[in-house]
């Protein structure tokens, strides 16, 4: 399904940025290669540093030349660069806004339908919004008005809906484009599909079926140089709140009524509501963090967390599992962990659906396993039980493995689906507060909890499986954290 792009102009605030510089400038390049973008669209790089246009075309170049190292196609250089301006906006100038203003008006070069993707500090969305709004910006009549406003949203419920009472002054809602940039990978995409779109999978996807599912991602990373960044953050907030949340609620919720955003984002909404708060009371049943200490990665020795931070006092996890339920009908009974980490032995992030005892138990069997892998691996996997030919009866597992990405297929960046949804004024890749909010509700408790309990974090040495003690939130003695793809071995 292709929707039609209306002419507009794309604002771009933070332009010389390292988001604009990796992702948007590069993704607005390849969706321009695609023949994706409108004939007529302009982007207007917006920074506080005054650059003349010929040596912010020269950035854009330098940009493109860094990712693209193959080189790339002259002719839409040419196409490219012509769309590309800059305004700059010093925070000393009053005026910055209003000159804002009257560079956009002109009509004969910027299409009025404006679209304004805030790549900016945080403490920076809503003063940018209210910039905007006090010069007319906002303001739709004739012409739309749409607003990105990157991650996070808020870092915790009260400043998530602070942030929501700022902007909202000035945005409707349905102006507003939140980012989990997760959505706009096509892997994500796929679980709604591949749900709905097969009969085999529907009527086993509930209680009746399923013992229970893991949601992962694990990284063999870790904070590099964002220490400061991610010790105020943590495992929980950085992930588990946003992509693998989202993840849940694709993998979770009820089919909805139709594809459009609206449809979509509703059905996930009610998941999330329908989340069962974590007792705090209750949290080592329910929550477990740690710290990668010093270990091995790929045969090289890394350096523990706390001492690349240089503060052993810091509480701040590097690894966040928590085991949820879902009060509804479909889920009653069924746990889902889900988890993150910093320097695991392996890098993956996948969801992982353990069915039932079957009604036969021959030997002592596998359970089967569903397992839908998101990156590095895009692919759907079953393990089923088959009888090992020969004269016995015994069952052994085999899998059916199939890739849900073909070497022939395009390779599209998240962020440039996510730019053609926004230029499309197609939302449902992106967040509506509703689950901003459900989100922060189900995680705020237990950051606080965490953070205010100062004994020392366990440890798990860099390069290695979970932790041991993570396990204390199974529900039942019989499970175990699911790895990736490979048979055997792996519990
Ligand atoms: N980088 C990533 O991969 C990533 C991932 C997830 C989320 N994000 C989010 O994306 C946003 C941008 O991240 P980033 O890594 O690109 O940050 P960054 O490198 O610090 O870039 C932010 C840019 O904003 C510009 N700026 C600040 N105030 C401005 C204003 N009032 N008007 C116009 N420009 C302004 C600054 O440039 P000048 O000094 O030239 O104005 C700066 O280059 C943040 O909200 C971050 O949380 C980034």
């Known amino acids: 399904m292709t929707n039609k792009i209306d002419p507009c102009t794309l604002v771009l605030f933070g332009a010389s940025g390292n988001l604009a ?49 193959k080189g790339y196609d002259q002719a839409v250089f040419e196409r490219f660069i012509a769309r590309n301006f800059y305004h700059a906006n010093p925070p000393t100038d009053p005026d910055a806004f209003s000159k804002l203003k009257a560079t956009l008006s002109d009509e004969s070069v910027f299409p009025q339908n404006l679209a304004y993707f805030l790549s900016v500090r945080p403490v920076d969305f809503a003063p940018v919004v209210e910039s905007l709004a006090n010069v007319g910006l906002t303001q739709e009549d004739k012409y739309w ?35 989990d940039h997760y959505l706009g990978k096509s892997a994500l995409q796929n679980i709604l599909l591949q749900r709905f779109t097969n009969t085999v999978l529907e009527p086993i996807w509930n209680n009746q079926y399923i013992d229970h599912v893991q949601i992962t991602n694990t990284e063999m990373l870790g904070v590099g140089d964002r220490t400061q960044f991610y010790d105020s953050t943590g495992a929980l907030r950085d992930m588990l709140q946003s992509h693998i949340l989202q993840t849940l609620a694709l993998t979770a919720m009820e089919q909805p009524k139709d594809l459009s955003p609206e449809g979509v984002r509703d059905a996930k909404i009610k998941l999330l509501e329908e989340i069962r708060p974590i007792p705090v009371s209750e ?26 931070l240089g503060n052993n006092d810091s509480v701040v996890e590097t690894y966040a599992a928590l085991k949820l339920f879902i009060d509804n009908p479909r889920w009653k009974g069924v746990p ?19 069915f039932k005892k079957a009604p036969l ?5 596998d359970q089967n396993w569903l397992i839908i892998g998101i990156q590095p691996r895009e692919c759907i996997k079953l393990e089923v039980q088959s009888k090992i030919p020969g004269l016995d009866v015994q069952t052994r597992t085999i899998q059916l493995d199939a890739a849900n990405r073909w070497d022939s297929d395009d390779s599209v960046d998240a962020y ?19 689950e901003a909010e459900a989100q922060w509700r189900l995680v705020d408790p237990v950051v606080k909890a965490w953070a205010e309990d100062k004994k020392p974090v ?34």
């Open 145 to 179: 008005r749409r607003v990105v406003i990157e991650k996070p949203f808020g870092t915790d419920l009260p400043s998530a809906k602070e942030l929501q009472a700022a902007i909202t002054k000035h945005l409707k809602e349905s102006q507003i484009y939140r980012i």
């Open 361 to 365: 138990q021959i030997n002592d069997q």
């Open 336 to 354: 889902f962990y889900i988890r993150t980490a910093k320097r695991l032995h392996e890098a993956d992030t996948r969801i992982s659906i353990r």
């Open 283 to 308: 949290l080592e049943k329910h929550a477990f963090r740690a710290q990668y200490a010093a270990g091995e990665i790929n045969g090289e020795k890394v350096p523990g967390y706390l001492e690349e």
């Open 21 to 69: 510089r990796v992702k948007l400038y590069p993704g607005l390049f390849r969706l321009d290669s695609l023949g994706r973008l409108p004939a007529d669209l302009k982007i207007v790089g917006v920074g506080r540093q005054v650059v003349d246009l010929e040596a912010w075309r020269a950035d854009i170049k330098s940009m493109l030349d860094a990712k693209f190292k």
């Open 416 to 434: 440039e689906a996510l730019l053609l949804n926004l230029m499309q004024g197609d939302n449902s890749n992106y967040l509506h507060i509703s």
């Open 458 to 491: 366990h440890q798990y040495p860099a390069g290695s499986r979970d932790p041991e003690a993570s396990k204390v939130i199974f529900e039942a003695e019989d499970q175990f954290w699911r790895y990736s793809i490979e048979l055997g071995g792996d519990k």
